[in-house]
C-alpha cells in the first residue's frame, strides 16, 4: 500500500532499458562518414558561416524543432489547397515559394543543430535521438508536399512516394545501427532536398498538375 505509483510502474511493466543499454548510452559517440559533393564542397561552408550567427545560449534541440515546424507548416499550407492530393492543386505560386523556404530552413537548421551542440559542448545521444526524430518525421512532411505538388492522388505512385522517402532513412540508420557509423552517399539527403526545392520552383511558374496528366502518346 505504501508504495509508490512509480514504484508500481516499475514492477508491472519492467524497466524501459536494460542495464547494458544504458551503459551503452553512456558510451555512445556520434559517427558520421558524409562523400556528398555538395555537403563538402558547398553547404558546410554556407553552414559553417550562418553558425557564426546563432547565439551560444541557442539550444541544438530548439534549431532542430524550428527547422522542423518551418517545413510541417509550408506543408500543411500546400495540403489546404489539395486536401486530397488528387484534384488540380489551385494553390498559387506563393505557396509553393513558402516551401521552398520551409525546406531551405529545416535543411539548414538541421545541419546547424549537430553543429551548435559541438560548439557548446552540448552533444548528447538523447539529442542525437530528438534529431533524428525529427529527421524521420521530415522525411514524411517533404514526401507528403511533393505528392500535394504534382496531385498525385490515393495512387501507388503516392505510396511509392512516401515509403521511398522513409525506407533509405530507416536502412542507413539500421546500418548505423551495425556499424556505429552513420554513412551519407555522393547523392544523398542534401541533393534530394534541393530537388524537392526545384519541384516546387518549377510548379510556382508553371502549372505542372496539367504537365504531368498530359498524355504523351
Given at each position: 500500500m505504501g508504495k509508490s505509483r512509480a514504484t508500481r510502474g516499475h514492477l508491472k511493466f519492467g524497466k524501459p532499458l536494460t542495464d547494458e543499454a544504458i551503459e551503452g548510452l553512456?558510451?555512445?559517440?556520434?559517427s558520421c562518414v558524409c562523400v556528398s559533393y555538395l555537403d563538402k564542397y558547398v553547404m558546410t561552408h554556407f553552414w559553417n558561416y550562418i553558425l557564426r550567427f546563432i547565439p551560444v545560449w541557442c539550444a541544438p534541440n530548439l534549431l532542430t524543432i524550428l527547422g522542423l515546424i518551418a517545413m510541417t507548416s509550408s506543408t500543411l499550407m500546400a495540403v489546404y489547397y489539395c486536401p486530397d492530393l488528387?484534384?488540380?492543386?489551385?494553390?498559387?505560386?506563393?505557396?509553393?515559394?513558402?516551401?521552398?523556404?520551409?525546406?531551405?530552413?529545416?535543411?539548414t537548421l538541421d545541419a546547424l543543430d549537430g553543429k551548435q551542440a559541438r560548439r557548446t559542448g552540448s552533444s548528447s545521444p538523447l539529442g542525437e535521438l530528438f534529431d533524428?526524430?525529427?529527421?524521420?518525421?521530415?522525411?514524411?512532411?517533404?514526401?507528403?508536399?511533393?505528392?500535394?505538388?504534382?496531385?498525385?492522388?490515393?495512387?501507388?505512385?503516392?505510396?511509392?512516394?512516401?515509403?521511398?522517402?522513409?525506407?533509405?532513412?530507416?536502412?542507413?540508420?539500421?546500418e548505423a545501427y551495425v556499424t556505429g557509423t552513420l554513412r551519407f552517399g555522393y547523392l544523398d539527403v542534401t541533393e534530394g532536398q534541393f530537388t524537392i526545392m526545384a519541384i516546387y520552383a518549377f510548379a510556382a511558374q508553371y502549372d505542372i498538375d496539367s504537365i504531368i496528366h498530359t498524355p504523351f502518346f
Open positions: 553512456k558510451k555512445h559517440k556520434y488528387q484534384q488540380p492543386c489551385q494553390a498559387p505560386g506563393s505557396t509553393w515559394y513558402f516551401c521552398i523556404l520551409g525546406t531551405f530552413l529545416y535543411q533524428h526524430g525529427c529527421d524521420s518525421v521530415s522525411m514524411f512532411v517533404a514526401a507528403l508536399a511533393c505528392a500535394t505538388c504534382i496531385s498525385v492522388g490515393p495512387t501507388p505512385l503516392c505510396f511509392a512516394m512516401l515509403i521511398g522517402s522513409m525506407v533509405p532513412f530507416a536502412t542507413a540508420h539500421w
